[in-house]
């Protein structure tokens, strides 16, 4: 059987793909009590929220959401393991239970995958999600103390290598090492999962300028990862669509490699809610698509089955972006590019 990462480029040189959309935004809609994410497990804390435990006690919700998206024309199917990582569900003393919680998460995605495969003969790929966590190994929590880290970079390291490992022995296709906000997390998360998988890696910018928290613009981020040679390279969260493409333009013109992208639902409202519609997302992901900015495009916060449904109209038989030839020159990174011309 051809690779999934030669399957995959394959594909995307023919269309353009379609990645999945949020899984929070519904889980939220769904209502769930406190009771709904504990389950039988038995754990002493508060676990309402705790999104990733419920590839574990909730697996009905989790397939019936993949399902709706790939009846929506997705492609790419994410895991519901953004936090499922030992770092990040040490918040709800759900460490132990990581291993677990990503075997099951890439399971229920895959079992999807393989049905939806079966009956139409068109290949799902499955993408294992790696969150960024919610400790930054480049900056200090600590005002008062800029040396300071809550974590050293072996620790990240092991942390997703866990999680990827697991994630993988659940049928994962991939790792996605998505909404980075510090790239050296990003670097821990390749060195983690370089020798595993084929892997695919986005960038989350945290204003217009166009950096992300650690400070690397997408051009910097680019050269900080290139030699780990993803088979996506991309931007998700963030803001919507509009506000994306001028970052994405950036990324696109450097990058010798497939991109995806998939925005958020665009701006919150002053609730935190996301009120774009699917036809206006969607109209601006097609502005993408004119461009030939993109080989692979989805949606993030806020987003739904219908706003994957109506990227996947806006974008069927349009032709995919083609990726500009490697560079014969000497990038180097700092928070900003380095050229050496030769």
Request: charged share 20%; with cysteine; aromatic share 6%.
């Amino acid at each position: 059987m051809t690779s999934s990462a030669d399957a995959l480029r394959a594909e995307a040189a023919r269309r353009i793909l379609i990645k999945d959309g949020a899984y929070g935004t519904a889980i939220q809609g769904a209502g769930l009590a406190a009771a709904d994410y504990c389950g039988s497990i038995g754990l002493t804390r508060d676990q309402k929220g705790n999104n990733d435990l419920l590839c574990l006690t909730r697996p009905d919700l989790i397939a019936s959401i993949c399902e709706a998206y790939v009846e929506a024309g997705a492609d790419v199917l994410g895991t519901n393991s953004f936090n499922a990582n030992r770092i990040s569900q040490a918040d709800y003393g759900a460490e132990e239970l990581v291993p677990e919680m990503n075997v099951a998460a890439a399971r229920i995605i895959r079992e999807v995958a393989d049905r939806y495969s079966d009956k139409d003969g068109r290949r799902r790929f499955v993408a294992g999600a790696l969150g960024p966590t919610n400790k930054t190994l480049s900056l200090s929590p600590d005002v008062n103390d800029p040396g300071f880290r809550e974590v050293d970079f072996d620790t990240v390291k092991a942390t997703y290598r866990e999680q990827a490992q697991a994630l993988l022995e659940g049928g994962a296709d991939f790792i996605l090492i998505e909404t980075v906000f510090d790239t050296l997390n990003c670097k821990a998360a390749i060195m983690a999962a370089l020798d595993l998988a084929p892997i695919m890696v986005s960038m989350t910018l945290t204003d217009l300028s166009g950096r992300n928290l650690s400070g690397h613009t997408v051009e910097a981020f680019w050269a900080s990862v290139r030699h780990a040679r993803p088979i996506t390279i991309g931007l998700n969260c963030s803001f919507g669509a509009a506000q994306l493409r001028p970052h994405l333009a950036a990324l696109s013109a450097q990058a010798d490699t497939l991109i995806m992208a998939y925005p958020n639902a665009g701006l919150p409202n002053e609730l935190g809610q996301y009120d774009e519609a699917a036809e206006q997302t969607a109209a601006q992901v097609g502005e993408w698509v004119d461009d030939g900015l993109v080989n692979i495009v989805g949606g993030c916060c806020g987003t739904t089955p219908a706003h994957i449904a109506a990227i996947a109209r806006k974008v069927a038989h349009r032709t995919p972006r083609v990726a500009p030839p490697a560079p014969r020159r000497t990038v180097l990174a700092g928070l900003e590019p380095m050229v050496l011309a030769a």
